[in-house]
């Protein structure tokens, strides 16, 4: 009996060796073509590419490289690189571009022009490049653009509501199907009938807009929204068969799994499937480098899906792949050290990690403990306490920076305000501030030296998820310094709804990414707003309110970065949101196959500079 | 078997199927007041008139505009009509277009599993209970022990980075190309077996343990009966007193872990599925759960629940079948 099973043992030993003859596929290695290998930890990938679908995971990284926006946006400088569009303008009401002698826009005129008229729109023009085609070979014109942003603002053809989302800046508005208010002309859209005069030889290159009267109004409408062919959609798309209806048609499946697009590369759909995507180079991509030479580098990019990240980052050090298009956490970093041909991309950060104060809780929330926080002296002391370059050496392994007080990155220098940097200096100095305060308010402590308030430890509870309570701990230790309590909580899987916008906590951490681009939304949804928003400690400051509002509605450029420089000091001073550090983006890539991968802040080394500067180093040999 | 015994249990099937399909809808919308919002926070500088009207559309879009009964019923309207809901991902899919697409890839892996596991772990557990108190029973129970402690995607990991990233004998991850390139050639045959070959061990030793502790133990008390010192005194062959009579009497036991094992062979590999890559239920159960798509999580669960109450049904009806003793419900 035992000789029979130890038999069927072999018997099936032997099978899988013989399977295991198959071999092996890891087909990066012997790849000498221009293909980089990404590797990408995902929950799935998409398998339909209409980019006002595809919103999870990997999916607005491949729309992005298959469509194009208008323009793409350089975060630190603020302005607008040309992509489809070439040129953009605010005019006058005659057409006009309000620009100054040397080009630039003329903000004083504008807000001379429009910041008092009763008008409530500001006019745009947009040039677009004379040479973007789709990649099916037809023109890319200004119709296409009209189209795009027309179906966007049509629910009764898109019902799409992400597609309003990004176009509810746009004054061109539908009830039913039947427009309302037109926002966007073009030659044969009514442009010389409503006044802005375009040339039939301009046709297919310019275009009005009509956007809210708010300088971040052309934002998401330049750089969010992937215009779409209208060659290929219009035919298609009716009442009856909108763009994501329920049940697509056989054509639109068709569509949206072959995109046709006007971006740097094309699907191969063929040997595309749920696990691997393969781009191809778009080869008639318009924008060049200096030397007129291809924009981008690598010829094809295989996105390989990695569900689990561990098994992806031996996928990398194993050399199946070139690249992960993940951050890594910085406690991976050793696996990393001594290792021949890997590049760890430690780029600086704009996520900053805060410390949320609930200091004016909703009345049903309210209790002595929540009530000490709405003193700003006792939420300066706890602000004074707080030790960043502790939290960054032993929470970040060293991998991140600190933060001013008023939350901005130091990167985005047009606008950092140095003055807001309230929160720095020696920590002992700092202690003992923080400790005066205190003492004048609540002297007594237990025995183990936590302070007492009404013959209770002042404790809070800060609220965070598992992968939090690193942080958390650190900042028990610190704040018991200060005889002040902290005990962790679970947050839970749908913490907005449980405690945060119903205020029943008493601290949170909280993630906060401001730039240019974004505060017009986020200074308001951080500090204004009071329900179902990011102002979760439900700050209510007139001050800083109207401050918010001016900057989000002046119309001089210039005012607004001066009012964004007023406002961190005013932010830090509240000692609301109280940073705890900003950390790198950790991610990792391979050098045997390419070189030239280029860091760029805020950012993944899967990047587009990074694609537009590889070179195979057999090439480069 | 009565006819009554066996209506009796169908109709508590269909009854405990029914509870099911009411925890599975309502239980994901328990917490989430509006998921409109949780789809589309608000976004640019809208108003909050222009994010009401996205808010109603994306309601409209998903059936969320009416009543939680309202939507149970077009739910259970059309179950009846054997539509399992459209997922939320993009270009809107069938949902059992989806689980009918990732099943017989969790059907490769699980029912090779059980099969490997039943067969050595009945082969093993019976030499363990024959040579009871020996090195191979020790060895068992040793190794019942070091299973208990080893959970299998531990043991997945593991047999990942040795003998897939290390010794390079297996794919540590699915190749990306099985599943589109399969035609049933005996070459795609040999990929998925190459691909699957980790997945199976690491899925299948504990279920060997799990089948031989269970035989043993099984084994070791029919061997005490009677019936076998008899079949022993008139002589019979060991392999005879073994198979014929040991092995069929202690089967009672191994069907209902044989039962148990089959309904949850759909949704057991949920975190071995994700390791390797395979792309299967498990991996779809997960990729709903991480991007919300709700109806495609509860087309899963109900699916998943529906095979379940289906293979207990019929263990619980073979249970009877096997053993003449068994007479569950029958009235003499």
């Known amino acids: 009996m035992t000789k029979k099973f130890l038999f069927c043992i072999l018997i099936m030993t032997l099978s899988f060796g013989l399977v295991a003859c198959v071999g092996n596929e890891y087909e990066r290695r012997n790849d000498p073509t221009n293909t980089l290998y990404v590797g990408a930890v995902a929950a799935s990938f998409p398998t339909s590419f209409m980019p006002w679908l595809s919103r999870e995971g990997i999916a607005p990284t491949i729309a992005s490289m298959l469509y194009s926006t208008l323009f793409s946006y350089d975060e630190e400088t603020g302005d607008f690189l040309p992509s489809i569009a070439k040129e953009w303008y605010y005019v006058d009401p005659d057409g006009n571009p309000i620009i100054t002698e040397d080009g630039h826009i003329d903000y004083e005129r504008l807000e001379s022009l429009y910041s008092v008229s009763s008008q409530k729109y500001l006019p745009v023009k947009i040039v677009l490049n004379d040479d973007v085609y789709w990649n099916d070979g037809t023109k890319l014109t200004a119709e296409d653009v009209y189209y795009t942003f027309d179906i966007g603002t049509n629910n009764a053809l898109s019902n799409h509501a992400g597609a309003l989302a990004w176009t509810s800046d746009l004054q061109h508005n539908y009830s039913n199907g039947i427009l309302l208010r037109q926002g966007i002309f073009t030659y044969d859209h009514g442009a010389n009938e409503r006044g802005y005069q375009i040339l039939e030889d301009e046709k297919d290159t310019v275009l009005y807009i009509h956007v809210n009267k708010v300088l971040g109004a052309i934002t998401s409408l330049f750089t969010t929204i992937l215009i779409l062919p209208k060659h290929i959609w219009e035919p298609i798309v009716t009442p009856s068969n909108q763009l994501n209806s329920k049940e697509p048609t056989e054509e639109t499946l068709y569509q949206y799994q072959h995109p046709i697009g006007s971006g740097p590369y094309d699907l191969d759909s063929e040997h595309s499937n749920a696990q691997v995507i393969v781009l191809k180079k778009n080869e008639n991509y318009h924008l060049k480098n200096e030397q007129n030479g291809d924009l981008y580098q690598v010829d094809t990019i295989k996105f390989m899906l990695f569900q689990e990240v561990n098994v992806a980052i031996y996928a990398l050090l194993k050399g199946h792949v070139d690249i992960l298009d993940s951050t890594i956490s910085s406690n991976y970093m050793s696996l990393f050290e001594g290792r021949d041909h890997i590049y760890v991309s430690n780029a600086e950060g704009t996520f900053i990690q805060s410390l949320v104060l609930n200091l004016n809780p909703a009345t049903s929330e309210k209790n002595p403990m929540r009530d000490l926080l709405a003193s700003s002296d006792v939420r300066r002391a706890i602000a004074l306490a707080i030790d960043q370059e502790e939290l960054v050496q032993n929470v970040l392994n060293g991998a991140g920076l600190t933060v001013s007080a008023g939350l901005m990155s130091e990167n985005l220098t047009d606008f950092y305000n140095p003055d807001a940097d309230i929160l720095r200096g020696d920590l002992t100095q700092r202690l003992s501030e923080a400790n005066a305060i205190l003492d004048e308010l609540y002297p007594l402590k237990d025995a183990s030296g936590y302070r007492l308030f009404q013959d209770h430890r002042i404790s809070f509870e800060i609220l965070g998820s598992p992968g939090e309570q690193e942080v958390i701990s650190r900042l028990q230790v610190q704040l018991q310094k200060i005889g002040i309590e902290v005990k962790y909580t679970a947050k839970g899987s749908t913490p907005e709804r449980t405690f945060l916008y119903n205020s029943k906590f008493d601290m949170t951490l909280q993630g906060v990414i401001f730039s240019l681009s974004n505060l017009d939304i986020m200074y308001r949804a951080h500090f204004v707003t009071l329900s179902n928003s990011s102002n979760y400690g439900r700050l209510s400051n007139l001050t800083l309110s109207a401050r918010i509002e001016s900057m989000r509605n002046t119309l001089n450029l210039q005012t607004k970065y001066d009012l964004i420089c007023e406002l961190q000091p005013m932010i830090a001073e509240q000692y609301y949101k109280i940073p705890l550090y900003c950390s790198n983006v950790l991610t990792v890539a391979r050098t045997d196959r390419y070189t030239g991968f280029v860091t760029v802040n805020g950012q993944s080394i899967f990047n587009t500079e990074s694609l537009q500067n590889l070179t195979l180093v057999s090439e480069e040999g | ?332």
């Open chain 2, 1 to 332: 078997m009565q006819k009554s015994y066996l209506i009796k249990r169908i109709l508590y099937a269909i009854f405990i199927f029914f509870v099911v399909m009411v925890l599975n809808f309502f239980i994901p919308r328990i917490g989430v007041d509006d998921p409109a919002e949780r789809y589309y926070p608000p976004q640019g500088n809208m108003t909050d008139v222009e994010y009401d009207i996205i808010k109603q559309v994306t309601r409209e879009q998903y059936g969320f505009d009416v009543s939680n009964l309202q939507q149970f019923l077009n739910y259970a309207k059309g179950l009846f009509q054997g539509d399992l809901g459209t997922s939320f991902r993009p270009g809107n899919p069938k949902v059992s277009d989806l689980i009918a697409e990732r099943l017989p890839w969790t059907l490769v892996l699980s029912v090779t599993n059980l099969l490997i596991s039943l067969f050595i772990g009945l082969m093993i557990g019976t030499i363990a209970a024959w040579r009871r108190g020996r090195w191979q029973d020790t060895l068992l129970l040793n190794m019942s022990t070091i299973s208990t402690a080893l959970p299998a995607f531990f043991l997945a990991l593991i047999l990942s980075f040795y003998f897939g990233f290390e010794l390079e004998l297996f794919p540590a991850y699915t190749n990306p190309n099985m599943v589109s390139g399969f035609d049933w050639s005996w070459e795609a045959v040999k990929v998925v077996m190459y691909n699957a070959a980790l997945p199976i061990i690491s899925m299948s030793i504990g279920g060997i343990i799990g089948y031989g502790q269970g035989t043993r133990n099984a084994v070791i008390a029919v061997t005490n009966e009677d019936f076998i010192l008899t079949a022993r005194a008139k002589g019979l062959s060991r392999n005879q007193v073994i198979f014929k009579h040991t092995l069929r009497n202690a089967m009672l036991p191994i069907v209902t872990s044989l039962g148990m094992s089959i309904s949850g062979l759909i949704g057991g590999a949920v975190i071995i599925e994700q390791i390797f890559n395979w792309n299967g239920m498990g991996t779809l159960f997960l990729e709903a759960n991480n991007t919300n798509d709700y109806p495609l999580m509860m087309g899963i669960m109900l699916f998943m629940s529906a095979f379940a109450i289906v293979a207990n049904l019929v263990t619980e009806l073979c249970y009877s079948l096997l053993d003449p003793r068994v007479t569950v419900g029958e009235k003499r």
